[in-house]
C-alpha cells in the first residue's frame, strides 16, 4: 500500500478541455497552484486561461502532447509540481505513465498502478473481479485467439454474442453478431479496429444482453484499505456504445438492489485494494433482474457530476486527498442522495448521419443561468472543434429535487442554449427529453435506435423556417443600413426601386426559401411563399436584433460566416440559414448505384472487385474514421461496375468509392 502523507502545492493537469477546466475549479479552492500544459489547438482554450500557469508542450497530435509521457514528467520537474491529475482518456489509465510517476516521486492522482494495471485489459479484469464473487457476464475471455476457437466459444455461449477488444474502450472494436454465419466477418473486422485503436488485436466473446440497462457505481478508496461506493449512475442512453445522457439515481433502482450492486462494486473494488476514484460498471438484465460485471474504469468518469450533485460530494477534491494519504472523510451510511440529476453530454457531431464527428468554428455559445444547472464547458464562443480531439462541446448537469424537475430545466435551458457555428447534437438532445418513455425512465441500451427517428431530427417547420428567413433579411438589412455611407436619408430597401419587392433567396432546413419584403414607413412587409407578415424592427446591433411579426415579439442571436447565417432564438432553437449564390453551382449529380463515403475516412478493406455479383447486405467496403469502422453494404442484388478505390486510400466525404449495377 502506497502511504505518501505528502501535501500537494502545486498539480500539473496532464489533459485539456472541460475536466482540465473541472480540476483547475477544486484547485483554486484548495488553494493549490494548477499547471495547464496546452498543445498548439488550445492555445486560446478556456482551460488555459483559468490555470495559474500555462505551459504550451507541442503539436496539436495528442502523441506529441497529452499523450508525450517524457516530455509532461519534465515540465512537472521543471515547474515543481508534485502532483499530476491525468483527467479521463489520454494518460488516465496508462499503469506505466503512473508507475513513472511514483519513480520520478511526483503523486499520480489515482489508483496504485498495478490497479490501473490489472483492470487495462478486460480479459483479466474480468478473470480478478469472477474470484472475489461478483457475477460477471458469460463469455470467454481466454488466450486462444484463432478465429476457429472464438467461433466455437460463440457457439457455446449461444447468439447472440457481442465481440469486444480486450484492451478496449469508448466502443471501439465491438461487435454483436446474432447469427454464426455473420461470425467470421465480425471477427475479423472487430481484430482489426482493434488493432488500429489499441495496437492490441485480443478479443473476447461475451453473452450479448438484449435489453440490457448501463449501471455504474461510483467508488472511492483511501489508502488505508477504506472503501465505499458513492451510489449508481444509470447509463444506458448510448449511441455507438458511447453515452449521452446519465443520471443519478437510476429510474430502476429500489433500495436492495442497490444494496446488492453497491456490494459487488466494494467487492470488486477491495479485490484490487483500490484507492482513489473509480467506477464499477455492470449491465442489468431487464429480463432477469439479474446484472453483470463489465469493467472497472480506474480514473474520474466524464459523467462523475451527476454523483456529486446528488451526494454534495467534491471527487476531485476528494482524488487529491486520497492521493496526499488522508483517510476518507465519510462512511458508507452516511453517503445519502438528496435529489435527483441528470447530465446531458452536448457534442459536436451530426445525429442525423449515425453521429458522425464534426469540426468547425463555435462563433456563439451562449447559455441561461439556471438555478440547479451546472454547465461543464470546454469551449467559449468563438473556439474551434479540432479533429484532434473528442469533438464534446460541454456537460450540462440539472438537478432537481425530483426526477420531473431535473428533465424540465434541462429541457429549458436547451430552449436558451445559443451555440451556432457548427453542427451539434442540441436537437438530438431536445428531441430525446420529448419521448415519453424516457420521461418514464423506460429504456435500455437500444433506446436511441428504437425510440428516435434521427432522419428527422433537424427539421423544423413552416414556420420556424419562414421566421428565420424574415430573421436573417432584417439582419442584413440593418446591417447594410449601418454600413450605408451614401443615401443617408433613403433606406437601402427603397433605393433600387421604390415600389418594387425586393427578393432574397435562402436554404434553411435543406428547402429552398425565397421572400419578397419592402419598407413601408414604420414597418416591412414581407411575403414568405404568398404569406404575407408585418414585420417591425425594435433593436438592432451586431449580435441580436429584437424584431415583431405579426405582433410577436422576440430577440434573435445571429452570427455570420460567409453565406451562412446563424440564427437563434426559443421556440426556434439554432437555425442555419444559408444564403444562395446569385448563380449558384450545378449540383453535383448522384451516381446511379453509386456508393460514397459519408464522412472524410480511410478506406481500410475491399471486399468487391468489378465484375463481382453482390447480394442485398453483402459488405463492399469497410472505411475507418476517428478509429472507428463503418461497413458499407450493398442496398440491392446487383453487379460491381468499378471500384474507384484501394486500401489505404484517404478519402473526402461524398467521394464516389463503388458503382454497382442493378440487377
Ligand atoms: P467500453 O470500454 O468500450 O466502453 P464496455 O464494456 O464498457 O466497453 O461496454 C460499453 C457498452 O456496451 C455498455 O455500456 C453496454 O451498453 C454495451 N455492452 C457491453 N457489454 C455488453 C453485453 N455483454 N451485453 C449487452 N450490452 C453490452
Known amino acids: 500500500m502506497k502511504k505518501n502523507m505528502k501535501h500537494i502545492n502545486t498539480i500539473l493537469i496532464a489533459n485539456r478541455g472541460e475536466i482540465a477546466s473541472r480540476i483547475i475549479r477544486t484547485c483554486k ?49 521543471e515547474i515543481g509540481a508534485d502532483a499530476i491529475h491525468p483527467g479521463y482518456g489520454f494518460l488516465s489509465e496508462n499503469a506505466s505513465f503512473a508507475k513513472r510517476c511514483d519513480d520520478e516521486g511526483i503523486i499520480f492522482i489515482g489508483p496504485k498502478s498495478s490497479a490501473i494495471e490489472s483492470m487495462g ?12 464473487g461478483v457475477p460477471i457476464v458469460p463469455g470467454y475471455n481466454g488466450s486462444d485467439q484463432s478465429n476457429a476457437n472464438l467461433k466455437t466459444e460463440a457457439n457455446k455461449i449461444g447468439f447472440p454474442v457481442l465481440l469486444k477488444a480486450t484492451a478496449g474502450g469508448g466502443g471501439k472494436g465491438m461487435r454483436i453478431v446474432f447469427k454464426e454465419k455473420d461470425i467470421e466477418f465480425a471477427i475479423t473486422s472487430a481484430k482489426r479496429e482493434a488493432k488500429s485503436a489499441f495496437g492490441n488485436d485480443e478479443l473476447l466473446v461475451e453473452k450479448y444482453i438484449e435489453s440490457g440497462r448501463h449501471i455504474e457505481f461510483q467508488i472511492f478508496g483511501d489508502q488505508h484499505g477504506n472503501v465505499i461506493h458513492l451510489l449508481e449512475r444509470e447509463c444506458s442512453i448510448q449511441r455507438r456504445y458511447q453515452k449521452v445522457i446519465e443520471e443519478s439515481p437510476s429510474p430502476i433502482m429500489t433500495e436492495h438492489l442497490r444494496g446488492t450492486m453497491g456490494s459487488a462494486a466494494v467487492a470488486a473494488a477491495k479485490a484490487l485494494e483500490y ?10 438484465d431487464e429480463k432477469t433482474g439479474e446484472f453483470y460485471f463489465l469493467e472497472v474504469n480506474t480514473r474520474l468518469q466524464v459523467e462523475h457530476p451527476v454523483t456529486e450533485e446528488i451526494t454534495g460530494l467534491d471527487l476531485v477534491q476528494m482524488q487529491i486527498e486520497s492521493a496526499q494519504g488522508i483517510p476518507l472523510q465519510l462512511n458508507q451510511d452516511e453517503v445519502k442522495a438528496d435529489g435527483y440529476a441528470i447530465e446531458a453530454r452536448l457534442y459536436a457531431e451530426d445525429a442525423a448521419n449515425n453521429f458522425a464527428p464534426v469540426t468547425g468554428t463555435v462563433h456563439t455559445f451562449e447559455f441561461p443561468r439556471v438555478e440547479g444547472i451546472r454547465v461543464e464547458s470546454a469551449i467559449e464562443s468563438g473556439s474551434k472543434i479540432s479533429v484532434h480531439y473528442d469533438p464534446m462541446i460541454a456537460k450540462i448537469i440539472a438537478k432537481g429535487p425530483d426526477r420531473h424537475t431535473a428533465q424540465a430545466k434541462l429541457k429549458y435551458f436547451f430552449q436558451h442554449l445559443i451555440c451556432q457555428g457548427t453542427t451539434t447534437n442540441l436537437s438530438f438532445l431536445q428531441r430525446l427529453l420529448e419521448v415519453e418513455d424516457f420521461k418514464n425512465g423506460i429504456y435500455n441500451t437500444h433506446f436511441i435506435e428504437e425510440k428516435i427517428d434521427l432522419s428527422t431530427i433537424d427539421n423544423i417547420t413552416k414556420n420556424q423556417r419562414y421566421e428565420a428567413a424574415i430573421a436573417t433579411t432584417i439582419y442584413d438589412w440593418s446591417l447594410r443600413e449601418k454600413n450605408r455611407k451614401v443615401l443617408r436619408a433613403i433606406p437601402s430597401g427603397w433605393r433600387n426601386n421604390f415600389y418594387e419587392y425586393q427578393t432574397e433567396k435562402y436554404v434553411i432546413d435543406n428547402e429552398k426559401t425565397e421572400i419578397k419584403y419592402r419598407y413601408v414607413g414604420d414597418s416591412f412587409s414581407f411575403f414568405v411563399e404568398d404569406k404575407e407578415f408585418k414585420v417591425i424592427i425594435l433593436e438592432t446591433d451586431l449580435t441580436h436584433i429584437r424584431i415583431s411579426i ?101 478519402v473526402e466525404a461524398g467521394f464516389l468509392l463503388v458503382k454497382v449495377n442493378e440487377q
Open 29 to 77: 479552492k484548495m488553494g493549490i497552484t494548477s499547471v495547464a500544459i496546452y498543445a498548439d489547438a488550445d492555445q486560446t482554450a478556456p482551460f488555459v486561461k483559468q490555470a495559474d500557469v500555462a505551459i504550451h508542450i507541442g503539436d496539436s497530435e495528442p502523441i506529441q502532447s497529452y499523450l508525450d509521457q517524457q516530455k509532461i514528467i519534465a515540465i512537472a520537474k
Open 121 to 132: 485489459s478486460k480479459a483479466r479484469a474480468k478473470e480478478i473481479i469472477q474470484s472475489s
Open 275 to 284: 484507492d482513489n476514484a473509480g467506477t464499477v460498471e455492470f449491465i442489468y
Open 550 to 650: 405579426d405582433g410577436i415579439q422576440k430577440k434573435y442571436t445571429i452570427s455570420k460566416a460567409d453565406k451562412n447565417c446563424f440564427i437563434h432564438s426559443s421556440f426556434l432553437g439554432n437555425v442555419k440559414v444559408i444564403q444562395e449564390d446569385r448563380f449558384p453551382k450545378k449540383e453535383k449529380e448522384k451516381v446511379n448505384g453509386g456508393y460514397e463515403s459519408p464522412i472524410p475516412s480511410q478506406v481500410v478493406k475491399v471486399h468487391i472487385a468489378p465484375g463481382d455479383k453482390v447480394k442485398e447486405g453483402d459488405p463492399l467496403i469497410v472505411i475507418s474514421s476517428m478509429k472507428m469502422e463503418n461497413v458499407l453494404v450493398a442496398n440491392e442484388n446487383g453487379v460491381v461496375e468499378d471500384v474507384y478505390v484501394e486500401e489505404g486510400h484517404n
